[in-house]
């Protein structure tokens, strides 16, 4: 993945006439679905005060959720393991599935496996991961990187869907302009896969402590394929997944449709707990991945971030997401939630210009179903980027840094306004260059309030005893 940061990057991507028309078409058409969807549900505002209560909750208890989530998972039969960071992620999986001898593995999507670049971390030990959601292996086959977290080929067209497909797997055949023809070649390629390979892995939804059952949503069927055929299932969760309780997924699962795709129920919702004899795979190892989430928890502001469950709607309702589109971002969570969670997991050394990526209108805000306040963070996030990068670059900052410290001692606060009045013009225009191209001077008096009130006091009382009068006009 380049890095060109996010001004660069969008600059290229609006270049291209094709992909605004393809991001356009698909924000405008998910968003519409979803308003009419929300607009069902009469407690909508409940719903979201609850689905926000709920992740506040898991995240200020995570260390006895997830050890809770270990112990349930453990007691239905399941194995757990604790990865710090991509690193030791991609080894525990990569042990799991040489352990097993498998030379392939089939994925249900997964933002987290993205995130730590576990195919390319598989690869390297000889094992090929294949994607079987629809967008993802568009993706795959088109050596290209996803763009939403949903939809994660939204930039592409059916046409150049189409190409592609005869290009790679249907080996040259014309496939028509029919999109259940286009998509009958995947499903012809993916079903051979899901009947051999042995090993799958997962993304998670939810992880519920209470029970140790795991949740994951998708609209296609190939994850339940993924999670019932395979004898052996792997799930790579992010810690922040985590919820307290079983009835949190009433929430939860009411939110996500309407605020992701505009369903009013997912269509594929699968929840496993452990393994059972003759159903579903024999073995099942959950890997609970930090990554840098704990220390994005450690941020009072910042931490709202954790609280997301990957709807999208702030993506598609986002003015600058629905023209950049996803690549832009540079990372696997684009659009405002990327904005807001890429700095914090990945440090804002690389990632400074992200927090402003955005307007800060607040349509991320209004559509989030938990209730995330982006802007805030965003803001927040800026004057971080500000305090720890960008003070020694900027000549502004450098001069307001000055000020600062003239403002916060008297005697040095008296010395500048003396110089001031000596030659304002060129210090003020010297210190601060773009301020003072655009705004004119104010006139400084020849005297300042303090020498005023001081030569006033070394005066005289007048005959009733009181201080001389400023009416002469004398004060400033
Ligand atoms: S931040 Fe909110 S709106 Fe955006 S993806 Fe996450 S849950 Fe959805």
Known sequence: MSALGFPAAAGLALADSQLRR???NATSTITARRAARVAEVPDWEALRDAGAAIKARAMATMPEQLEALEASVTRAGGQVHWARDAGECNEIVGGIVHGHGAREVIKVKS?????????????????EAIETDLAELINQLG?????HILVPAIHRNRAEVKLLFERTIARGQDLGWDITAIAEAARRHLREKFLSVPVAISGANFGVAETGTICVVESEGNGRMCLTLPKVLITVMGIEKVLAHWRDLEVCLQLLPRSATGERMNPYTSLWTGVRADDGPEEFHLVLLDNGRTAVLSDEVGRQALHC?????CLNSCPVYSRTGGHAYESVYPGPIGAILTPQLRGLDNTSTLPFASSL???????????????SVLLHLRGRVVREHKRRLSPEALAMEAIGRVFASQRRYEQAQKLARLGRGPIVTAALPGWST???LPEIPAQTFRDWWRTRSQQPANRNGNAPSDRNGTAP
Not at 143 to 147: I, V
Not at 309 to 313: G, K, N, V
Not at 361 to 375: L, Q
């Open 438 to 440: 655009m705004r004119g």
């Open 111 to 127: 933002l987290a496996t993205d995130e730590i670049g576990l195919n390319d971390a598989l690869a390297a030990q000889g094992v």
């Open 143 to 147: 050596h290209d990187t996803s763009s």
């Open 361 to 375: 209108c607040g349509a991320c805000k209004e559509v989030c179903p938990v209730k995330i306040d982006i802007p």
């Open 309 to 313: 469950i990957r709807c999208s709607a």
């Open 22 to 24: 393809n991001m356009r």
